[in-house]
């Protein structure tokens, strides 16, 4: 059936206030309604089995948690730690030889007394290494005799050089280093690095 006049499909506000105004009215009478027994009977077991599976949730994890928690991983089998520098024994060398005697036999007994102070060498060669990434070193600990002589520059303002002189002062360390035997300075470092 088809109307006779044209259809208007805009609606005013006073009509859609009132179609709002009687939906309102129609889901307020539903809601002021006392709800019947089996309705409430059916919330409060649905509530019921929610809560029983919140619980049992609850309780299956911490259980988990628990069973992993006693259970440790097995531990290795204990071995004996491999020993990363053994001590080197040679028969040529006098047991009864001291560290500091052993370098100086090394080097020569002269020119170890000339370069490097006896007491305590060991000691202070450790202590001297250690300190070497700190801002102070202890010179009473320095293992080296003083170098003889004062520092020497050369130059002006900003463009200061070291001077001639200095190098003089080093010469005895430079022919110490050259004369050394690799082979036998590398055995006397293996055989001493227990000490160090």
């Known amino acids: 059936m088809m109307p006779d006049r044209p259809v208007s499909t805009t609606v005013s506000r006073e009509q859609l206030f009132a179609l709002a105004s009687q ?16 309705e409430n009977l059916g919330r409060w ?11 049992a949730g609850a309780w299956y994890w911490q259980k988990r ?11 290795p089998a204990a071995s004996a730690p491999a020993i990363k520098n053994p001590i080197v024994t040679s028969d040529d060398v006098d047991p009864s030889l001291s560290a500091t005697e052993q370098v100086a036999t090394l080097i020569g007994t ?3 007394e000339a370069l490097l102070v006896p007491d305590d060498f060991v000691r202070k060669v450790v202590a001297t290494v250690d300190s070497l990434t700190r801002e102070d070193v202890a010179a009473r600990m320095n293992p080296a ?3 003889a002589g004062s520092f020497v520059a050369a130059g002006e303002g ?5 001077g001639a002189a200095n190098f003089a002062r080093y010469a005895a ?8 035997d690799a082979d ?10 227990p000490q160090f």
């Open 23 to 38: 939906r309102h009215h129609m889901y307020a009478d539903k809601r002021d309604q006392p709800s019947s027994p089996d």
């Open 173 to 180: 360390w430079v022919e110490l280093v050259d004369s050394l």
């Open 184 to 193: 036998a300075t590398a055995a006397l470092y293996r055989r001493l690095y």
């Open 145 to 147: 005799q003083p170098l």
């Open 110 to 112: 002269p020119r170890f």
């Open 65 to 75: 948690a628990a069973d992993q928690a006693e259970a440790p991983a097995p531990l």
């Open 158 to 162: 900003d463009a200061l050089v070291l």
């Open 45 to 55: 077991i649905l509530g019921g089995v929610i809560l029983l599976a919140v619980a």
